[in-house]
């Protein structure tokens, strides 16, 4: 029996019997979204492995099981990475994972999200059908763009069995810029250098309140061709120093695990939450948007687009209408040992729109009719 298969008899069988399924690849992410349940676990870390890799068409493919430190692994024998840098916060997390809860890294501001890499998936349906979308080249666009739908999707639309991935080569210069200067200054420089040519791939900002007195930081990374990554060096330290800050290359080794440690969240900001009924909340907003109004510590990135800070559960409302002023929504990325689950599910999304509630509704009758998928995760 092929782990397909076995997939598709388990939907089968929680279809026949009107029960709702787990779908869990390595569960580094079972703290984001709204509680699991008890159900039944739909694990799919049997289904691995890369399927098809063409680093001359910058394409792989690979099952939703494929632990995607493997696949990182395997693209880096050939020079080539995913642009969008996924996180995985543990090293049990998955292709499919990286796809369902669509999150994206520190570059995702310059190159894209996890979304717009994907071109093709296949999925297994409320029905048990085995479905496949897209394909494995940019320009295809036979039929609906359901690729794309899987990503953010949590799994409550289908379970995804396999994916196919656009991939970059590694960029030849790679340089970080280690900038002291406040938060209001930062995020003007930001807007800034948006408006130039500069092949800045990430920015990240923080307040260092270990040191004595505080400091602030801008921290800058550039990649590209050589002599354009050399450029933007000169112009962004000179427009740091303009600014009234000061600006310092950092070494490639330290660069490489400073981003690392925060796409993964595990510097101090994300794992020390200030006190113990504090939960860590994610601000998507334009990136225009000056210093926000909150009496809260922040970590800034995506060049002003994603604004991280740890709030009581309460604040919520507070929190999506700043963030819905500013172009935006706020979520409940991760709660407080101290919230029950009754208070995390009615606070953890934004509400959405009447016209994409009914949207929703619709996608889901389609694909998952009797619920059978990760009931209320979203």
């Not at 890499?117 to 940019?138: C, D, R, W």
Request: one cysteine or more; aromatic letters at 6%; proline letters at 5%.
């Amino acid at each position: 029996m092929t782990s397909l298969k076995h997939l598709q008899d388990q939907i089968s069988q929680a279809r026949a019997g009107r029960e709702t399924v787990r779908i869990r690849g390595g569960g580094s992410k079972d703290f984001y979204g709204n509680a699991l349940g008890h159900f039944a676990v739909l694990d799919t870390r049997s289904h691995s492995g890369i399927t098809s890799y063409e680093p001359s068409e910058l394409v792989v493919t690979a099952r939703a099981g494929t632990p995607l430190a493997e696949l990182e692994a395997a693209l880096a024998e050939k020079n080539q990475y995913l642009p969008f840098e996924p996180p995985s916060f543990t090293k049990l997390g998955t292709v499919g994972g990286m796809v369902a809860s669509g999150l994206s890294g520190a570059a995702r501001a310059s190159v894209g999200s996890v979304r717009d890499h994907i071109l093709g998936v296949q999925i297994v349906n409320g029905a048990s059908e085995v479905l496949n979308f897209g394909g494995t080249v940019m320009k295809n666009v036979a039929g609906y763009d359901v690729s794309r739908l899987m990503a953010g999707s949590m799994g409550t639309l289908a379970l995804i069995t396999e994916v196919s991935l656009k991939v970059l080569p590694i960029p030849v210069a790679d340089a970080t810029l280690m900038c002291q200067i406040g938060q209001a200054a930062a995020l003007k420089l930001m807007n800034q250098w948006r408006a130039q040519p500069l092949p800045i791939n990430s920015t990240a900002w923080l307040r260092d309140d270990t040191a004595s007195p505080a400091a602030d930081y801008l921290f800058v990374r550039l990649r590209g061709a050589k002599a354009a990554v050399d450029n933007a060096l000169g112009l962004i330290q000179q427009d740091v120093q303009t600014a009234g800050g000061t600006a310092t290359a950092m070494s490639a080794a330290a660069a490489a695990e400073d981003w690392r440690t925060a796409s993964n969240h595990l510097m101090p900001f994300f794992t020390k939450a200030p006190a113990d009924d504090l939960c860590l909340w994610r601000l998507s907003i334009a990136g225009t948007t000056p210093a926000l109004d909150v009496p809260h510590p922040q970590y800034i990135e995506w060049q002003g687009a994603q604004r991280w800070l740890w709030a009581r559960a309460t604040e919520g409302a507070a929190l999506q209408a700043i963030a819905h002023a500013a172009g935006g929504h706020a979520t409940l990325f991760k709660a407080s040992q101290a919230l029950s689950e009754t208070d995390k599910a009615s606070s953890i999304f934004q509400p959405l729109a009447p016209v994409l509630v009914k949207i929703n509704q619709g996608l889901r009758e389609q694909l998952d009719p009797h619920q059978i998928f990760n009931t209320g995760r979203i």
